[in-house]
């Protein structure tokens, strides 16, 4: 296949996708909020949680978005490095941003920084944000789309910590930041913490670690549990959907971690919230699209 041709399938293929994700949330957390609803017992909790279930319905019978912030783009790519169109993503991504924005539509939300003007196409300077990983001797393309509204992009931080502090300052970081600006982001919560060595890595490993499939967990047992205690903890806190008081402030918490140097723990921290848009799309080399997550849909 020509790149033209390449890059053009791509994109359609991918603003078709970019329409699903929009409108309807993943499997897992669809069936993950109706576990949160079951814990709950007042009266308002119910009745919250209700209203989130008929506006996702109206939703994917109306064809329209399933919340008015619909972000700023994300893209988070697996690409083998023997993927043969790895030359044409960005630009198929970007022109399938512009399009999605017209065609879904989605809202005008991206601004450049320093002219603070609205684009109004959701691309401008390195947004969409994209992030590559590549996997070796591997000819697939595997792109997570995110959709990062406002109100979840907020209480994210990222902070070094001395190994002096100790892995409670890690925990006191988590729970500063959940029951903060947390309670803004449309509880309730993917956590993703990220540990490791500096701000940076750990602000990328925390939003990795949201965009995993729930009900996974950290590979090593005491990550795994961590995760456990994490969310055990913050749902102590008494914060329930919209910030309400309730007992479920997270879904799941997820961590990713890397090596650290000896002299840093690095926290960062990266929440999503209840309408958690973010779906996977995998392409083979010849361009044939399989989606996962989503049951009984096509593109
Ligand atoms: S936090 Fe999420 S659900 Fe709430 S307004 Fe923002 S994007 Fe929508």
Redesign the pocket.
């Known amino acids: 296949m020509q790149k033209e041709e390449a890059e053009k399938k791509l994109q359609e293929t991918m603003e078709k996708f970019m329409k699903l994700v929009s409108i309807r949330l993943p499997d897992d957390v669809l069936e993950k909020l109706k576990e949160c609803r079951d814990k709950e017992s007042s009266d308002m909790q119910k009745v919250i949680y209700d209203s989130y279930f008929e506006n996702l319905d109206v939703a994917i019978k109306e064809q329209r978005p399933c919340?008015?912030?619909t972000?700023l783009l994300h893209f988070y790519l697996k690409a083998g490095s023997e993927f043969p169109y790895l030359g044409v993503v960005e630009e198929a991504l970007r022109k399938a941003t512009r399009n999605a924005t017209r065609d879904i539509p989605l809202r005008q939300n991206t601004v450049n920084f320093f002219e603070e003007r609205n684009t109004k196409d959701n691309t401008g300077e390195r947004i969409p944000w994209i992030h590559w990983d590549i996997v070796p001797d591997d000819d697939h393309l595997e792109v997570c789309t995110y959709?990062a509204?406002?109100?979840?992009c907020l209480p994210g931080c990222a902070k070094v910590f001395t190994p002096f502090d100790g892995y409670g300052a890690i925990v006191k970081y988590v729970f500063d930041a959940v029951a903060g600006l947390g309670v803004?982001?449309?509880p309730p919560l993917i956590v993703g913490v990220g540990l490791g060595t500096n701000v940076e890595n750990a602000a990328v490993l925390s939003k990795i670690a949201y965009l995993r499939p729930l009900g996974t967990h950290h590979p090593n047992p005491k990550g795994a549990k961590m995760e456990r205690d994490l969310c055990d903890g913050l749902n102590r806190l008494g914060i329930g959907a919209q910030g309400l008081p309730g007992k479920v402030a997270a879904m799941e918490v997820h961590i990713e971690s890397s090596a650290r140097h000896t002299a840093t723990i690095a926290v960062g921290v990266n929440v999503a919230?209840?309408?958690h848009r973010r779906g996977f799309i995998t392409f083979d080399r010849d361009l044939k699209a399989t989606i996962r997550g989503y049951r009984g849909a096509e593109l």
């Open positions: 919340c008015q912030d972000g959709y509204g406002g109100g979840c803004n982001a449309c919230c209840y309408a």
